[in-house]
């Protein structure tokens, strides 16, 4: 089957190929761009209280008739301060821009209080929010930024709203791409193509004109694969790696199912790959994936329902879902794009993996070149990847090479 096929076609050079770069190539300094003089602290607010109108600059909100084609900061959001003054924030990292399209979409409902939580980029993180709708939208978007203002995060330095994706993807460091039609009952996922296909090509040409250089971009909105693959084309200037597919749900429905089946909890499920596309041709890797650590076929002795019922569940499962519920998996969704940030910002425990369609462009496993395709991908930490630079000084004409690398992991198929 090709499950089979696919995980005997590896080789060892895909590690390196898929090692992923630091986050932080924020420009930003830890001061804010908007940042004026904070008010005096105190440790007893309940005796201290008074009206401080000549040290507080009231936000004017924005409305939705000025938002012409502007980005502009949200109510609160408009009013900083100057970091370096608040004694809890001088730890804090600087300041990094996150843009989400689709912002007043149901998946982003749950993804934005994730993000502005700290629960995905961790507590010593601030982060701004620059959310993309649309004229249809924009009212919705507003109602948004209220309840982010309204959540009190204290993380959560700038929120700014906008319809031009050239606006609002400016210096953005992340750009979780959600904004795009979801199919309904009875459809599949590639009839979406003609509709959403061209936000895609829009949108990468917003990216390659605004974004940080190193912008990591996941796309969300189906067919996510192909979408990806026309906002990589379309973004020349940024590198083809920083380009991902969301695949990770598919392969957090595995490990459930596996999980469900062996009578384990999940957390014992690892080394999941998903296949290919987000589509019901996808191959959730049984083969390879492992329960307790060991091979998924010595603990479920019941070899037909992997081979015949596991793929399909996992395969059908959004569709199943859309049946239930009259719309299609939101929260899960968004809880497994936290998952795949993290796992780009982290890297890979040791011996596992994660699945998240990527470029093919130069993939060990005899996958067609030029298309986003799901695989085992692993992150590697910055000091991982300066000891193999240090490795290979003679090749890159830095002096004699030193290898002191940690130990590797193998992936599917690796000898
Ligand atoms: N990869 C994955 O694992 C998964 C992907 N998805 C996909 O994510 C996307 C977003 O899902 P979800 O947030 O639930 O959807 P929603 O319908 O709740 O929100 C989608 C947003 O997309 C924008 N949009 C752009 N074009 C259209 C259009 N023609 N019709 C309707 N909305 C449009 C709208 O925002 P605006 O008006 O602001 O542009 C809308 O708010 C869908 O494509 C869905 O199939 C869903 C689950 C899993
Ligand atoms: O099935 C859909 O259309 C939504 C989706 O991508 C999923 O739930 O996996």
Not at 12 to 19: G, R, Y
Not at 272 to 291: C, E, K, Y
Request: aromatic residues 6%.
């Amino acid at each position: 089957m090709a499950v089979a096929e696919l995980s005997t076609s590896c080789t060892k050079t895909h590690s390196s190929q898929l090692s992923l770069s630091s986050s932080s190539s924020s420009r930003f300094s830890h001061h804010f761009r908007r940042s004026f003089r904070p008010l005096p602290t105190t440790r007893n607010p309940t005796i201290s209280c008074s009206v401080a109108s000549d040290q507080v600059q009231t936000p004017i909100p924005v409305q939705a008739q000025d938002l012409k084609g502007k980005s502009e900061c949200y109510g609160v959001f408009c009013l900083t301060y100057d970091l370096q003054a608040e004694e809890e924030t001088k730890s804090w990292k600087k300041l990094i821009n996150i843009a989400v399209s689709g912002a007043a979409g149901m998946i982003s409902n749950h993804l934005l209080f994730k993000i502005a939580s700290g629960e995905v980029f961790g507590p010593n993180q601030p982060v701004a929010l620059k959310l993309l709708g649309s004229e249809r939208s924009i009212q919705a978007l507003e109602g948004v930024a209220m309840e982010l203002e309204d959540s009190l995060f204290p993380l959560l330095r700038e929120v700014s709203i906008g319809i031009n994706p050239y606006e609002v993807f400016q210096d953005a460091e992340w750009a979780l791409l959600i904004g795009a039609k979801p199919r309904g009952p009875g459809m599949e996922r590639a009839d979406l193509l003609d509709i959403n296909g061209q936000i895609f090509a829009e949108q990468g040409k917003a990216l390659n004109a605004s974004a940080s250089p190193n912008v990591k971009v996941i796309v969300v909105g189906n067919p996510c694969n192909t979408n990806a693959l026309i906002c990589m084309k379309n973004a020349p200037n940024i590198p083809a790696k920083n380009f991902h597919a969301l695949t990770r749900l598919d392969e957090n429905r595995a490990k459930c199912q596996l999980a469900l089946k062996a009578g384990v909890f999940y957390d014992q499920v690892s080394n999941m790959t998903i296949w290919g596309n987000h589509s019901t041709t996808q191959v959730p890797d049984f083969l390879n994936a492992r329960i307790k650590g060991l091979p998924v076929k010595e603990v479920i002795k019941d070899h037909k329902w992997l081979e015949e019922e596991f793929t399909e569940k996992v395969q059908k499962r959004g569709g199943v879902l859309i049946k239930k519920w009259g719309r299609s998996s939101a929260a899960s969704t968004a809880v497994s794009i936290v998952d795949a940030i993290r796992s780009l910002i982290t890297p890979t425990p040791k011996g596992d993996w994660f699945s998240s369609g990527v470029y093919t462009n130069g993939n060990p496993y005899g996958i067609v070149e030029d298309i986003v395709f799901s695989m085992p991908c692993r992150s590697k930490s910055e000091a991982e990847l300066l000891a193999e630079k240090r490795c290979v000084a003679h090749l890159t004409g830095e002096g004699i090479g030193f290898c002191d690398l940690p130990e590797d992991t193998m992936l599917p198929g690796e000898m």
